[in-house]
């Protein structure tokens, strides 16, 4: 039974992996594109699984594969915007300027707030914070990045249009409520 | 209890900030309306309002007519370099076209050159530009591939840096269906 519930997660592991990927660097608006454009499409899509992962595997108990797939996440991100910036500088400053448009401010708190996350999760025994403050803190963060960074992906056009709305839509929802789940069970283990 | 309360406020300020950052952005980022269209091509474009008139006909209410002048938006010098070389078309699949008036007179401005550049399939916004010039009814039209979202929205680039007017350059956006987009100018006097 363990096995099959293993294999389960793995095969829903790979899936949530590849399926962003795949529409993302199939779609029309790579048509031409120039390698820093490929490896920042490829960058975010793989972001958006790492992302959606995260919740699931702190509720299976997998905290130092969740806090490297955190890190993780952050380096695809930066990776992600680095390659736009290679890729047009104006175009990118312009888009995280007060005049850009509303995905790229998206975007932005998203990665301020992955940051946050991401280093709670690294102090986490050395910041003075009960364990309660910092459970809240983590999974508050944790869902402005899920929310906003899909909600990124859903606003920017080309990437992942039409049925790959539905995924970002579909994944979204499964990450946002992985966290509250994630945040019960691990409340549960800590009292018992 | 107290601190649970603090940092109860504390994410509703945080909530609030991030919300109210969202809303005061524009979508497709500042002035950048969408200009894309589908299906027939129009012929003529309609007219700018005037801001004021003299009551009668002929050249002194036309001089005395002013419309307004079409004002750059952020991110409308993005990727411009000057003197783009006046190619036939950019490719086919999409139009642009626009007309160019004087904000003075609101008279249409035969044989100003202006710039277009945008991403398409063939080349990136830096690479994928031209320059063209108004006809004798102050219209431009330039037949290009279709431009493709490389930064998350497709967008168009329509600029002016001749002398003998001001200066303007605007960013507009278009559906990723759209067949054509049509980009007016009016040129304010330079200086």
Wanted: glycine content about 10%; charged content about 20%.
């Amino acid at each position: 039974m363990a096995d099959w519930r293993a294999l389960a997660f793995a095969a829903g592991v790979v899936a949530v992996v590849a399926v962003p990927v795949a529409l993302a660097l199939t779609d029309r608006h790579l048509a031409g594109a120039s390698s820093a454009l490929v490896l920042s499409t490829t960058a975010g899509a793989l972001a958006v699984s790492a992302l959606v992962v995260q919740p699931l595997l702190a509720r299976e108990g997998r905290i130092a594969r969740h806090e490297i797939l955190g890190a993780v996440a952050l380096v695809l991100v930066l990776v992600h915007v680095g390659a736009l910036f290679a890729e047009s500088s104006e175009d990118a400053w312009f888009a995280i300027s007060p005049d850009g448009p509303t995905r790229a401010r998206m975007a932005l708190v998203a990665t301020i707030a992955l940051f946050g996350v991401v280093t709670l999760g690294a102090l986490r025994t050395r910041l003075p914070l009960g364990a309660a403050t910092w459970r809240v803190l983590h999974a508050y963060l944790a869902v402005v990045v899920i929310a906003l960074g899909i909600g990124h992906a859903v606003l920017t056009d080309g990437a992942l249009d039409d049925v790959g709305t539905t995924v970002l839509v579909g994944l979204g929802l499964l990450g946002l409520l992985g966290i509250p789940a994630a945040h019960i069970v691990r409340t549960r283990r800590a009292r018992s | 209890m107290r601190r649970s309360w603090l940092l109860g406020l504390l994410l509703a300020l945080v909530t609030a900030g991030i919300v109210v950052a969202l809303l005061d952005s524009e979508v497709s980022g500042t002035g950048a309306e969408n200009v894309g269209e589908s299906g027939p091509e129009r012929t003529a474009t309609p007219e700018p309002a005037a801001s004021a008139g003299a009551g009668g006909d002929g050249d002194a209410e036309r001089r005395e007519r002013r419309c307004e002048a079409t004002e750059s938006n952020p991110g409308g010098t993005n990727n411009y370099l000057p003197d783009a070389p006046a190619q036939g078309s950019l490719g086919s699949g999409f139009v642009i076209t626009g007309l160019v008036r004087a904000a003075d007179g609101c008279r249409p401005l035969q044989d100003v050159r202006v710039q277009v550049w945008l991403a398409t399939e063939t080349g990136g916004e830096q690479d994928n530009r031209t320059s063209v010039r108004t006809d004798a009814e102050g219209r431009y039209r330039i037949e290009t591939a279709p431009t493709i979202p490389q930064f998350g929205e497709p967008n168009i680039h329509v600029g002016y840096d001749d002398d003998d007017y001001g200066e303007v350059f605007i960013r507009r956006v278009v559906d990723l269906d759209d067949e054509r987009a049509v980009v007016d100018l009016t040129l304010a006097p330079s200086g």
